[in-house]
Every structure is written in structure tokens, then in C-alpha cells.
Nanobody, 115 residues
Framework: QVQLVESGGGLVQPGGSLRLSCAAS????????RAWFRQAPGKQRDLVAR???????IYAISIKGRATISRDNTKNTVYLQMNSLKPKDTAVYYC?????????WGQGTQVTVSS
């Protein structure tokens, strides 16, 4: 059974940094696109960053220049390093893995940016 498990969320002050991790299990994920989405209260779930199987990355405009997505296929893990965090980055962050018609989601990890 496929599982995605996020970790690394928490409370951070404005201007701080966090590194999120998402470990996948139950399959081989080197061919999957991996991504991070986020959902703030009352808002839709939006893409934050994606890294394809060949390492190509894309970022949402709102976080471009402040975040780096990376992957370690030996560990089936994807990371999201976020710097210069702002209160508007507060959301539940979800990990995603996608390949052809297969889509998997993690349970989410809360990120709160507040002083």
C-alpha cells in the first residue's frame, strides 16, 4: 500500500526557514513527479512546487526565489526548503506523487508563520 508521510512542519517566525520532507513507501517512485501543495483555511489547494522525474522544477510565483524543491530517489523522499517565510505562507502543506493516472497524497503538515 502506497503511503506518503510528511514531516518538518511547525511554528516559525516571519523571516525564518523550514525544511519539509515527504517519504514515500509501498512502491518505486523514481518515475513519479513529486510536488508540494498547500491549502490555507477557506482557500483552495494550490501548487507550491513540483519536481519531475528528470529533475525539472517549477515554482508558484508566490514562493519563487524563497523555496527549493529536491528529491532523493534512493530514499523515495522529496524535500521543500523554504526561506524568508511570511505569514501568508501559513497553510497545511501536502505532498503529492503522480505518474500517468496514479495520484497519491500525504496527510499534510501544518506550517504556521507568526510572531
Amino acid at each position: 500500500q502506497v503511503q506518503l508521510v510528511e514531516s518538518g512542519g511547525g511554528l516559525v517566525q516571519p523571516g525564518g526557514s523550514l525544511r519539509l520532507s515527504c517519504a514515500a513507501s509501498g512502491g518505486r517512485f523514481s518515475n513519479y513527479d513529486r510536488a508540494w501543495f498547500r491549502q490555507a483555511p477557506g482557500k483552495q489547494r494550490d501548487l507550491v512546487a513540483r519536481i519531475s522525474s528528470d529533475g525539472t522544477t517549477i515554482y508558484a510565483i508566490s514562493i519563487k526565489g524563497r523555496a527549493t524543491i529536491s528529491r532523493d530517489n534512493t530514499k523515495n523522499t522529496v524535500y521543500l526548503q523554504m526561506n524568508s517565510l511570511k505569514p501568508k505562507d501559513t497553510a497545511v502543506y501536502y505532498c503529492n506523487a503522480a505518474w500517468v493516472t496514479r495520484r497519491y497524497w500525504g496527510q499534510g503538515t501544518q506550517v504556521t508563520v507568526s510572531s
